[in-house]
């Protein structure tokens, strides 16, 4: 019983040092969501050139979402007329060069880990598209397309169908503090906590019991630490392989990722981790049924090889300019809650977070949550509704 509440403490410590800053994140995403129509996503998305791909990223970064919904958006904008490159580009930005990933891996692990998601990231976006440019057959690529107008649901189809944007005209400061902006922001943030709530809980929850049963040696042993040029070759080919084997994606694995890089793998290996929550298994069967399974195995050849080199460029990178933080200072949040900084950040965004979800539920906002996992159609007749 003791292991086991250790291991509670943990994955609660771990909770209340990130809680604001996810919140933050969500609802930045939220106002953007709001505002932005997703026919203006999918008109600037026709094509792979270079400026194409900055915007889908920018896009992405901007629509923050957990790994399933950007997985179904991304399909869903595939559908409407997008470059497959440029979704898949959008894809991978929403969930990993987002702010509220880049301020929980700051406040857990340091700032280094901030510039590495958004230099690899970028990195990942480039090399994913130089992949698909010269290994991506037409055939295939119709194949997929084939295979994505059946329409086969997925995962949170309704959250990814769903179009909440303020359909009233003005600028972007009149639209936002209007009631119909403060509604779509209300029912985008309670949404996306909604779509990642499972993931982060499940990911706290696996990265404590591993903090309070599994010793350091272990995973010293597995990633070669001690030895510094086999942990860096291999930190960014295995620590995928941990990601897809963790069943956990988006936000939910970096606590996974802080015991990890405590326990020894390479400063690319966490990278690459972080970068394969588009891998896991779940996900890997639903691109089967997006896109076929011929694509499938495409995107997990594809994807993973963009992520190991995206984790080399971090790896070499930051080694070569003295950025790599020492793990003899790694620590796993264990102190629980003490009033600090951190404390305040946290009473004053969850009393945003409580003011929104008041909206939410006071403006038909739980009709729509029991959606969120529907077909697309079912939930394109309800858009807007509750404004």
């Not at 996810?22 to 106002?31: D, E, M, Q, T």
């Not at 326990?263 to 972080?274: E, L, N, P, T, Y």
Request: glycine letters at 10%.
């Amino acid at each position: 019983m003791h292991a086991v509440l250790h291991a509670l403490s943990i994955a609660g410590s771990m909770a209340w040092e990130i809680a604001w800053a996810l919140i933050l994140g969500f609802v930045l995403s939220a106002v953007v969501q709001a505002l932005v129509r997703k026919s203006t996503v999918v008109a600037l998305l026709g094509d792979d050139r270079p400026r194409t791909l900055a915007i889908a990223a920018g896009l992405g970064v901007a629509s923050s979402s957990c790994s399933y919904a950007a997985v179904a958006l991304a399909r869903s904008l595939f559908r409407k007329g997008a470059n497959f490159t440029a979704a898949m580009a959008f894809e991978i930005a929403s969930t990993n060069l987002v702010v509220e990933l880049g301020v929980i891996l700051a406040l857990l692990m340091g700032w280094q880990f901030t510039a590495a998601e958004f230099i690899g990231g970028t990195v990942m976006i480039v090399a994913l598209a130089v992949l698909f440019r010269l290994l991506l057959p037409a055939g295939l690529l119709r194949e997929a397309r084939a295979q994505a107008d059946r329409g086969l649901a997925g995962s949170m189809e309704g959250h990814a169908a769903m179009d909440m944007s303020v359909r009233r005209h003005g600028t972007f400061a009149r639209r936002l503090f209007s009631r119909e902006g403060f509604t779509a922001t209300a029912h985008v943030f309670v949404m996306e906590w909604a779509a990642i709530l499972r993931d982060l809980v499940v990911g706290l929850l696996i990265a404590g019991a591993i903090a309070a049963w599994v010793p350091d040696s272990f995973w010293r042993s597995f990633f070669f630490a001690g030895h510094p040029l086999a942990s860096a070759v291999w930190g960014p080919l295995i620590g995928p392989l941990v990601a897809i084997a963790s069943f956990v994606c988006s936000i939910g694995n970096v606590p996974l990722a802080v015991v990890l890089w405590k326990g020894g793998i390479s400063f690319g290996g966490v990278v690459a981790f972080i970068f394969a929550d588009l891998l896991i298994l779940p996900i890997l069967h639903i691109y089967r049924k997006y896109y076929g399974g011929r694509t499938a195995l495409f995107l997990l050849g594809t994807f993973y090889a963009a992520v190991v080199i995206a984790g080399y460029v971090v790896e070499f990178a930051f080694r070569a300019l003295g950025l790599v933080p020492d793990q003899a200072h790694a620590t796993v949040p264990m102190e629980g809650v003490s009033w600090n900084y951190t404390s305040w950040l946290n009473v004053a965004f969850l009393l945003l977070a409580a003011a929104l979800l008041m909206r939410f539920l006071r403006t038909g906002g739980p009709a729509m949550l029991r959606m969120m996992g529907g077909s697309p159609g079912a939930v394109n007749e309800h858009e807007g509704h509750g404004r």
